[in-house]
Structures are given as structure tokens and as C-alpha cells.
């Protein structure tokens, strides 16, 4: 990162990891000299968000929150929006090509609904599983939508392995599970987990 983007981050503190985040927006280019900038929306998420919670802008792999004071529509997929905290060209231009992230959570819930229909792979990765027990089996970090059988990618958890594992090893150990409505017993998308009755002969504990 150039001398003065290190420079804009100490604007804005507060910075840390985020729980589920969302790419909702592309910054385009600045727009003029008092710091809006146009950006590409890749979803209606942030159009539709509470301009109470903030958006956050990624630097030197941080999560940086930023306020929205105005989001005025351009065109079919853009728009042209003003941070609080940004307010010359200076600054507006450190974030041209930067991505512009929400938190889950923060998604007015009909928005969001819409976007994990129309996003299912991207938006169920993250997700932990629990089986049928309340035992962690681990993080999904893939949909598989294979005709008549999707099925999701799951890091196993510690202390979880395949009961196909030959040594018992769950290191970077990655597991294919069925995902039926039929076997879904609990979804929670606040907290972002998702409890299944797993099929017997698929996990075990070491």
C-alpha cells in the first residue's frame, strides 16, 4: 500500500474481523472534490441497508468501517455515494477499485433472503455445521449443486475426521455431505449455522 492510503486508514479505527461478511459493491472511480465516488452494486443489499450500520473497506487485509451519509441510484447496477469520513478527492481516491463489504447481519432480512436464493453457494460458505448431537462436524466452504444430489464441502472441525480416514488426521481434511431439505434439522442464519442429521458412516470422532 502507497505511503498515503496507510496515511487515510488512521482516519478510521475501530477496525476487526468480520463474522459473514457480503461483497455488495465495486468502487468505480471518484466523483468529485468533495469525496463521493460512483460505485457498481453486484446486489441490491446495500441499497437496501440500514444507514445506521456501516460498510466496511478492506486495508492491508483489515476490515475499515465506513458510514454512508447519501446513496443516490445511477443507472441500472451504480450508484454515487458519499462517506461520512471522506471528504476530498484525496481520500475518495484511495478507495477507486476497492470492494465494498456488509455485514450479513445487517441486511434488512427480505433483501437478504433474495440474495441467498439468487447467491446460494457464495452465501451458505461460512456457515458451521452441527450434526443431529450438537457436535461441530466443522465450516462449510463450498455448495456442490450436482444433479439430483447437491451436497456441501465441509473443513472438518477438530477432533472430527472422515470415517473413510485411514489415520484419523482432520488436517486441512475436507468432507462431501448430502445437503436435503429432508436432513436439515436447524437453520440459523444470524448466527450463521446450520444443524443436520448426518448420514451414518460419514464422520467420526478421534
Request: with cysteine.
Amino acid at each position: 500500500m502507497c505511503a498515503k492510503a496507510k496515511k487515510a486508514t488512521t482516519l478510521w479505527a475501530n477496525s476487526g474481523k468480520l463474522n459473514s461478511p457480503i461483497a455488495v459493491a465495486q468502487i468505480v472511480k471518484s466523483y468529485n472534490t468533495t469525496g463521493e465516488v460512483v460505485i457498481k452494486l453486484s446486489s441490491d443489499l446495500l441499497e437496501d441497508l440500514n444507514r445506521k450500520e456501516p460498510v466496511f473497506i478492506y486495508f492491508d487485509e483489515l476490515p475499515v468501517p465506513f458510514f454512508i451519509d447519501r446513496f443516490t441510484p445511477k443507472g441500472n447496477s451504480g450508484a454515487i455515494v458519499k462517506f461520512s469520513t471522506v471528504n476530498d478527492m484525496a481520500h475518495s481516491e484511495e478507495l477507486v477499485k476497492r470492494t465494498i463489504f456488509i455485514e450479513s447481519s445487517s441486511a434488512a432480512p427480505e433483501a437478504l433472503e433474495n440474495y441467498a436464493q439468487e447467491n446460494f453457494e457464495e452465501y451458505i460458505t461460512g456457515f458451521d455445521l452441527y450434526n443431529q448431537d450438537d457436535t461441530l462436524i466443522g465450516e462449510i466452504i463450498s455448495y456442490h449443486n450436482y444433479p439430483n444430489n447437491p451436497c456441501i464441502e465441509v473443513e472438518l472441525a477438530e477432533g472430527i475426521c472422515s470415517a473413510l480416514s485411514e489415520n484419523g488426521s482432520t488436517e486441512h481434511e475436507t468432507l462431501l455431505v448430502p445437503f436435503q431439505e429432508s436432513l436439515i434439522m436447524a437453520f440459523d442464519a444470524e448466527n450463521r449455522e446450520i444443524q443436520m442429521n448426518i448420514p451414518a458412516g460419514l464422520v467420526k470422532t478421534v
